[in-house]
């Protein structure tokens, strides 16, 4: 099986601007979570999808936005970007039902805002 | 609430050593706890994982946690270490085995050949 895959896997923007990432998983899985990685806050849950609808919300802004597709793609946008939204984006898929605790994690999307 | 403490942002072993990465947890729930690894430029990887089964973890390449509730900890071992054991490694854990993950800060493995 192909793994998790998220484009693109480097993005620079500019402040103000806003910008769409987006995440396919695992054939199969239907659930979708996102994930930001700084070196100040570490690793910290965005969002998780499953079945086009969210289900966990991390303390994130309402700047941060996702949605999911029926074939379980997601895209994740962020708009009026802010310095400090510079940060790798890493996307994870789970299957549902047995084996459900386990998540497997995309490559990133590194994002640098000037 | 929960969280997760990684005692040692970095750790430095020689090669065939021993590797100990220390973790321990605050959860008011029993906790469903993981270890990750992640390499330079890459995403994370799963080592392994505790869901209230066996309290002896086994993973890949090597890697064995044990979960100890009565001192709140999940601590990562292998008994040699080899140079492409060199990494960050995450703790994390979940409640209820829901896919919102709570990652402590990491630790960084270094090995000295």
């Known amino acids: 099986k192909a793994g998790v895959t998220q484009t693109p896997r480097y993005l620079i923007k500019t402040r103000g601007q806003q910008v769409t990432l987006s995440c396919s998983p695992i054939s199969g899985h239907r659930s979708v979570s996102w994930y930001q990685q700084t070196p100040g806050q570490g690793l910290q849950f965005l969002f998780e999808?499953?079945?086009?609808?969210q289900r966990n919300k991390g303390n994130f802004p309402g700047r941060f936005s996702g949605r999911q597709f029926s074939n379980s793609r997601s895209e994740m946008n962020v708009s009026t970007l802010e310095l400090g939204d510079s940060a790798l984006y890493l996307c994870a898929s789970s299957a549902w039902g047995a084996g459900a605790y386990e998540q497997y994690f995309g490559p990133g999307t590194r994002l640098t805002v000037t | 609430a929960q969280s997760v403490t990684q005692l040692g942002s970095h750790v430095s072993v020689s090669e065939g050593a021993l590797v100990l990465l220390r973790c321990n947890y605050s959860s008011s729930v029993p906790p469903y706890l993981f270890w990750y690894v992640q390499y330079p430029n890459q995403g994370l990887q799963l080592l392994l994982k505790y869901t209230s089964a066996a309290t002896l973890v086994k993973g890949i390449n090597g890697f064995e946690a044990e979960f100890k509730k009565s001192e709140t900890s999940f601590h990562l071992t292998k008994p040699s270490a080899h140079m492409s054991d060199a990494a960050e490694y995450f703790c994390?854990?979940?409640?209820?085995?829901?896919?919102?993950?709570?990652f402590g800060t990491g630790t960084r493995l270094t090995v000295i050949p």
């Open positions: 999808y499953f079945s086009e609808t």
């Open positions: 994390a854990v979940s409640l209820t085995g829901a896919n919102n993950l709570f």
